[in-house]
């Protein structure tokens, strides 16, 4: 916001001089938000084995060691773990919210982004499937550690192999 304020970042005022455009930044925001989280979550995950580090050329295993995996402490996430992160997570994670700043945009485009990234994580882990988040896509990474990475709207995990069903077990219940 200090950018626009002391002119050093151009954007403009009326978000409906330009409807077309300013739609599509939102949309744009949307699906760069599931892009930006899906790689940046597998960065933090080991690549090979969790036992190796960066000699070994895993940088995955060392940010997971030794950044991500406080985060992971939540093995059965609630709505408030979807934030609980190492601050150099932080730091990877809230990247995702500067990339409105790279076109003349509206200030509502960033404050999009910023929301999205605040509000995102608690339908991640908020512990209920339909009709609520859909948290069950994300429980199994909780649980699994090496599987859905991303987010539903764009299953970038089908596309890259990480994807894992969630099967409910039917239950079996003796009270009637």
């Given at each position: 916001?200090?950018?626009?304020?002391?002119?050093?970042l151009?954007?403009?005022?009326?978000?409906?001089?330009?409807?077309?455009?300013?739609?599509?930044?939102?949309?744009?925001i949307?699906?760069?938000?599931?892009?930006?989280?899906?790689?940046?979550?597998?960065?933090?995950?080991?690549?090979?084995?969790?036992?190796y580090?960066?000699?070994q050329?895993?940088?995955?295993a060392?940010?997971y060691?030794?950044?991500?995996?406080?985060?992971?402490?939540?093995?059965?996430?609630?709505?408030?773990?979807?934030?609980s992160?190492?601050?150099?997570?932080?730091?990877?994670?809230?990247?995702?919210?500067?990339?409105?700043?790279?076109?003349?945009c509206?200030?509502?485009?960033?404050?999009?982004?910023?929301?999205?990234?605040?509000?995102?994580?608690i339908?991640?882990?908020?512990?209920h499937?339909a009709?609520?988040?859909?948290?069950?896509?994300?429980?199994?990474?909780?649980?699994?550690?090496?599987?859905?990475?991303?987010?539903?709207?764009?299953?970038?995990?089908?596309?890259?192999?990480?994807?894992?069903?969630?099967?409910?077990?039917?239950?079996?219940?003796?009270?009637?």
């Amino acid at each position: 916001m200090w950018l626009w304020a002391s002119k050093r970042l151009s954007y403009y005022n009326d978000f409906w001089s330009r409807p077309l455009f300013s739609i599509f930044i939102l949309l744009l925001i949307t699906y760069w938000s599931a892009f930006h989280f899906y790689w940046m979550h597998r960065l933090m995950h080991p690549w090979w084995s969790i036992r190796y580090g960066i000699r070994q050329g895993d940088l995955g295993a060392f940010l997971y060691r030794h950044f991500h995996s406080l985060h992971h402490r939540s093995h059965n996430p609630g709505p408030w773990s979807g934030l609980s992160m190492h601050p150099v997570e932080h730091f990877f994670y809230y990247t995702r919210v500067y990339f409105p700043l790279l076109f003349s945009c509206h200030p509502i485009h960033f404050l999009f982004a910023k929301f999205q990234a605040d509000i995102g994580p608690i339908s991640g882990h908020d512990g209920h499937d339909a009709p609520a988040g859909g948290a069950a896509f994300h429980y199994l990474h909780h649980a699994f550690f090496e599987c859905n990475y991303g987010v539903p709207l764009i299953n970038f995990d089908r596309l890259f192999g990480t994807y894992r069903e969630y099967v409910r077990k039917p239950t079996t219940s003796t009270h009637q």
